[in-house]
C-alpha cells in the first residue's frame, strides 16, 4: 500500500515542497529503503521515527518499507521530515487512515518518547502553504533559479502541522491554519478527528508593541555631537558609515545605539528578516517575529562563508542576519581583506548571489554598514594629548588593509575623536547633548520626505537611489557646482564618491525640509568624505 503526505525542505531561506511517499509490503522480507538524496540527518530519523512510534503506542507497519523524497534530485538534509515519515508509513502500513493529509504540510523533528521538537524554517514552510492554497509557484523565481522541479501538491492545501514551539512563528502568516502538536500522538489525533486541535493566532499589534523599547540610549553619550550628527545623517539617508577615532573615544558606543533612531519595522520587513532568522533557527522559543531592526557584530576572526553566507548546504550569513538593520564591523582592519572584500558586492545590490551547479540562491541583505576603525596600529595617530609610536609606513600599511573599492562603499567616514574632561563630568541642562528620542525625530521627518519623494517605486531612501534618481533629484545652484568641482578636484573623488555626497547633501536637506540642496549641505556632505583626504 501506498501514501503520500506533503511538507517542506529549506533551500536557503525559502520552503520547496517536499512529497514523502511510503510503500509498506506486507508479508514480505526485505529491509527498509529510504531514497531520495537523504542526507545523513534524515538517514538517521529512521531509528528515531520507529522508538517514537513505539513509545507512541503505534506499530512499525511492517518489515519491507520503502521511503521516497520527491523531487529526489534535491538533498534533503533535515531532521523536519521526521513528522511526515512517520504519519506517512504508519498509512501505508494500515496502521490508521486519514483524508486530511492532502490539505496540510507537516514539519516536526520526533524524539524517542514522540514529542515533537522545533524545527528550522516553520515561517517559510506557513508562506510555502499560502503561495500554494492562492495557486502561486512554491517559490519566488527571483529567490532561486534553476534547481529540482517541486512536486505537485493539491490546491485544496488548508494550512500546516507544526510543533507546538514553532506554531507562533508560523501563525503570523494570515490565511492558513496553524495546527501546533506536542506529541506524535497529537498528529495522529488530529489527522483522524479523534482529537480536535484549534488552529493557533497571534495579535501582531501586541508584537509590534514591544519595538521601540531599548535600554540604551544616545543621551549616554558625553560630548561627540559631531559624531551623533553624522549618525542621524547616516540613519535619515541609510548612509553605511566609518568611525575612526582613538581607543576609549566611544565608537563602539556609539554604534550601538544606532537601532534606537531607525524607523521601526513594518510587518513586511519584518517578515523578510523572520524568515532569515527562521531558517537558521536563530528565533527564540515561541518567538513570532523580529520586532526591532536586528543588529549582527560578528568578530574579527569570523569566515567569510560566516560573514556573507555559503556553505554546501547554502544558509545566509551576518550580512543577510543584519537584514533591515545594522551590520557593525568593529575594528575594521582586522578582519581579513579577502573576507573584506566579499561585502561589497551586497553592499551595491542589497542581497547576496551564492551560485551552484544545479541552483542559484539569493539572499537579501539590506542592510547600514557601520564600521569602526583606530586611524594606526597604536591608536593614536589623530589623538591631540598620547603620542602615536607608529611610524608612517606602519601607518600606510594599516590603512591599506582596507581597500580603496570597499572605502568608496561607504558614504560617511567620520573622525570620533577623544572627549574632554569637561564634557565627560559635564552636570545640569543641556549637559548630555541630543537624546534617541530627538535624533529620530530628525530621521522619521527625513524618511517621511523620501517616501513621498520616492512613491513607492522600489526605491525607499536616499542611499538607493539610482544614477539617474540622483541627477534628477540631487541638482545644484551654480555656488554649489562650483564647490564639487573644487571637491572633485582636490580631492580626486571617484565617480561613484561624487553620487554619494550628492545623496548625502540631499539626505541633510530633507533632515532640514529643505526642496533645495544649498551650499552649505553640500560642504558637509563633503567634510564626510574623511578617507578621501590625508588623515
Same mark, same amino acid.
Not at 523533528?109 to 524554517?121: N, P, S, T
Not at 568611525?243 to 533612531?261: D, F, N, Q
Not at 549637559?431 to 525625530?441: D, F, H, I, K, V
Given at each position: 500500500?501506498?501514501?503520500?503526505?506533503?511538507?517542506?525542505? %529549506?533551500? $536557503?531561506?525559502? /520552503? +520547496?515542497?517536499?512529497? @514523502?511517499? &511510503?510503500?509498506?509490503?506486507?508479508?514480505? *522480507?526485505?529491509? #527498509?529503503?529510504?531514497?531520495?538524496?537523504?542526507?545523513?540527518?534524515?538517514?538517521?530519523?529512521?531509528?528515531?521515527?520507529?522508538?517514537?512510534?513505539?513509545?507512541?503506542?503505534?506499530?512499525?507497519?511492517?518489515?519491507r518499507?520503502?521511503?521516497?523524497?520527491?523531487?529526489?534530485?534535491?538533498?534533503?538534509?533535515?531532521?523536519?521530515?521526521?513528522?511526515?515519515?512517520?504519519?506517512?508509513?504508519?498509512?501505508?502500513?494500515?496502521?490508521?487512515?486519514?483524508?486530511?493529509?492532502?490539505?496540510?504540510? %507537516?514539519? $516536526?523533528?520526533? /524524539? +524517542?518518547?514522540?514529542? @515533537?521538537? &522545533?524545527?528550522?524554517?516553520?515561517?517559510? *514552510?506557513?508562506? #510555502?502553504?499560502?503561495?500554494?492554497?492562492?495557486?502561486?509557484?512554491?517559490?519566488?523565481?527571483?529567490?532561486?533559479?534553476?534547481?529540482?522541479?517541486?512536486?505537485?501538491?493539491?490546491?485544496?492545501?488548508?494550512?500546516?502541522?507544526?510543533?507546538?514551539?514553532?506554531?507562533?512563528?508560523?501563525?503570523?502568516?494570515?490565511?492558513?491554519?496553524?495546527?501546533?502538536?506536542?506529541?506524535?500522538?497529537?498528529?495522529?489525533?488530529?489527522?483522524?478527528?479523534?482529537?480536535?486541535?484549534?488552529?493557533?493566532?497571534?495579535?501582531?499589534?501586541?508584537?509590534?508593541?514591544?519595538?521601540?523599547?531599548?535600554?540604551?540610549?544616545?543621551?549616554?553619550?558625553?560630548?561627540q555631537?559631531?559624531?551623533?550628527?553624522?549618525?542621524?545623517?547616516?540613519?535619515?539617508?541609510?548612509?553605511?558609515?566609518?568611525?575612526?577615532g582613538?581607543?576609549?573615544?566611544?565608537?563602539?558606543?556609539?554604534?550601538?545605539?544606532?537601532?534606537?533612531?531607525?524607523?521601526?519595522?513594518?510587518?513586511?520587513?519584518?517578515?523578510?528578516?523572520?524568515?532569515?532568522?527562521?531558517?537558521?533557527?536563530?528565533?527564540?522559543?515561541?518567538?513570532s517575529?523580529?520586532?526591532?531592526?536586528?543588529?549582527?557584530?560578528?568578530?574579527?576572526?569570523?569566515?567569510?562563508?560566516?560573514?556573507?553566507?555559503?556553505?554546501?548546504?547554502?544558509?545566509?550569513?551576518?550580512?543577510?542576519?543584519?537584514?533591515?538593520?545594522?551590520?557593525?564591523?568593529?575594528e575594521?582592519?582586522e578582519?581579513?581583506?579577502?573576507?573584506?572584500?566579499?561585502?561589497?558586492?551586497?553592499l551595491?545590490?542589497?542581497?547576496?548571489?551564492?551560485?551552484?551547479?544545479?541552483?542559484?540562491?539569493?539572499?537579501?541583505?539590506?542592510?547600514?554598514?557601520?564600521?569602526?576603525?583606530?586611524?594606526?596600529?597604536?591608536?593614536?595617530?589623530?589623538?591631540?594629548?598620547?603620542?602615536c609610536?607608529?611610524?608612517?609606513?606602519?601607518?600606510?600599511?594599516?590603512?591599506?588593509?582596507?581597500?580603496?573599492?570597499?572605502?568608496?562603499?561607504?558614504?560617511?567616514?567620520?573622525?570620533?575623536?577623544?572627549?574632554?574632561?569637561?564634557?565627560?563630568?559635564?552636570?545640569?541642562?543641556?549637559?548630555?547633548?541630543?537624546?534617541?528620542?530627538?535624533?529620530?525625530?530628525?530621521?522619521?521627518?527625513?524618511?517621511?520626505?523620501?517616501?513621498?519623494?520616492?512613491?513607492?517605486?522600489?526605491?525607499?531612501?536616499?542611499?538607493?537611489?539610482?544614477?539617474?534618481?540622483?541627477?534628477?533629484?540631487?541638482?545644484?545652484?551654480?555656488?554649489?557646482?562650483?564647490?564639487?568641482?573644487?571637491?572633485?578636484?582636490?580631492?580626486?573623488?571617484?565617480?561613484?564618491?561624487?553620487?554619494?555626497?550628492?545623496?548625502?547633501?540631499r539626505?541633510?536637506?530633507?533632515?532640514?525640509?529643505?526642496?533645495?540642496?544649498?551650499?552649505?549641505?553640500?560642504?558637509?556632505?563633503i567634510?564626510?568624505?574623511?578617507?578621501?583626504?590625508?588623515?
Amino acid at each position: 500500500m501506498i501514501a503520500r503526505v506533503h511538507s517542506s525542505i %529549506l533551500q $536557503g531561506i525559502d /520552503a +520547496l515542497p517536499c512529497e @514523502v511517499e &511510503a510503500d509498506v509490503s506486507i508479508g514480505q *522480507t526485505g529491509e #527498509l529503503k529510504l531514497v531520495g538524496l537523504a542526507e545523513a540527518s534524515v538517514k538517521e530519523s529512521v531509528s528515531r521515527i520507529q522508538a517514537a512510534l513505539r513509545n507512541s503506542g503505534y506499530r512499525w507497519p511492517g518489515p519491507r518499507v520503502t521511503i521516497n523524497l520527491a523531487p529526489a534530485d534535491l538533498k534533503k538534509d533535515s531532521a523536519a521530515l521526521d513528522l511526515p515519515i512517520a504519519i506517512a508509513c504508519c498509512i501505508a502500513g494500515g496502521v490508521f487512515q486519514s483524508d486530511k493529509t492532502d490539505e496540510y504540510l %507537516l514539519i $516536526g523533528e520526533l /524524539a +524517542l518518547d514522540g514529542r @515533537v521538537r &522545533a524545527v528550522k524554517g516553520a515561517l517559510a *514552510t506557513a508562506m #510555502l502553504a499560502l503561495r500554494l492554497r492562492d495557486g502561486h509557484p512554491p517559490v519566488d523565481p527571483e529567490a532561486i533559479e534553476g534547481g529540482a522541479i517541486a512536486p505537485a501538491i493539491p490546491q485544496r492545501v488548508r494550512g500546516v502541522i507544526v510543533p507546538a514551539e514553532n506554531a507562533n512563528e508560523a501563525a503570523v502568516v494570515d490565511g492558513i491554519d496553524v495546527i501546533p502538536v506536542r506529541y506524535l500522538s497529537d498528529a495522529v489525533g488530529f489527522l483522524t478527528d479523534e482529537l480536535p486541535v484549534d488552529p493557533v493566532s497571534v495579535d501582531l499589534d501586541a508584537i509590534f508593541s514591544v519595538a521601540g523599547k531599548y535600554d540604551v540610549d544616545f543621551a549616554d553619550v558625553r560630548g561627540q555631537e559631531s559624531a551623533k550628527r553624522a549618525l542621524t545623517i547616516a540613519a535619515a539617508g541609510h548612509h553605511n558609515l566609518l568611525m575612526i577615532g582613538s581607543p576609549g573615544s566611544g565608537k563602539t558606543m556609539l554604534a550601538k545605539r544606532l537601532p534606537t533612531i531607525l524607523p521601526p519595522l513594518s510587518l513586511p520587513e519584518s517578515l523578510e528578516t523572520t524568515r532569515v532568522y527562521s531558517s537558521r533557527g536563530l528565533l527564540e522559543a515561541g518567538q513570532s517575529l523580529m520586532a526591532v531592526r536586528p543588529v549582527r557584530t560578528p568578530h574579527h576572526s569570523t569566515s567569510a562563508s560566516a560573514l556573507v553566507g555559503g556553505g554546501i548546504i547554502p544558509q545566509p550569513g551576518e550580512v543577510s542576519l543584519a537584514h533591515h538593520g545594522v551590520l557593525f564591523l568593529d575594528e575594521f582592519p582586522e578582519f581579513a581583506r579577502p573576507t573584506l572584500e566579499m561585502i561589497r558586492q551586497p553592499l551595491e545590490d542589497r542581497c547576496v548571489t551564492i551560485p551552484r551547479v544545479h541552483s542559484t540562491l539569493r539572499f537579501p541583505a539590506d542592510i547600514m554598514l557601520v564600521a569602526a576603525m583606530n586611524p594606526c596600529p597604536c591608536g593614536y595617530a589623530t589623538d591631540p594629548k598620547r603620542a602615536c609610536k607608529c611610524g608612517s609606513f606602519a601607518i600606510e600599511r594599516y590603512l591599506g588593509r582596507v581597500s580603496g573599492p570597499l572605502i568608496d562603499r561607504i558614504d560617511i567616514h567620520v573622525e570620533v575623536p577623544p572627549v574632554a574632561w569637561k564634557e565627560l563630568r559635564a552636570t545640569g541642562a543641556g549637559s548630555e547633548g541630543l537624546s534617541s528620542a530627538q535624533m529620530r525625530e530628525q530621521v522619521l521627518r527625513a524618511r517621511a520626505v523620501q517616501a513621498n519623494r520616492f512613491g513607492g517605486n522600489g526605491t525607499t531612501t536616499n542611499a538607493s537611489m539610482s544614477s539617474r534618481q540622483t541627477r534628477e533629484h540631487c541638482k545644484l545652484d551654480g555656488a554649489g557646482e562650483a564647490l564639487l568641482k573644487q571637491a572633485m578636484t582636490e580631492l580626486g573623488l571617484s565617480a561613484r564618491a561624487h553620487d554619494k555626497v550628492l545623496r548625502i547633501a540631499r539626505t541633510i536637506a530633507d533632515i532640514e525640509s529643505s526642496d533645495t540642496i544649498h551650499p552649505h549641505h553640500l560642504a558637509e556632505a563633503i567634510q564626510y568624505r574623511r578617507l578621501d583626504r590625508r588623515m
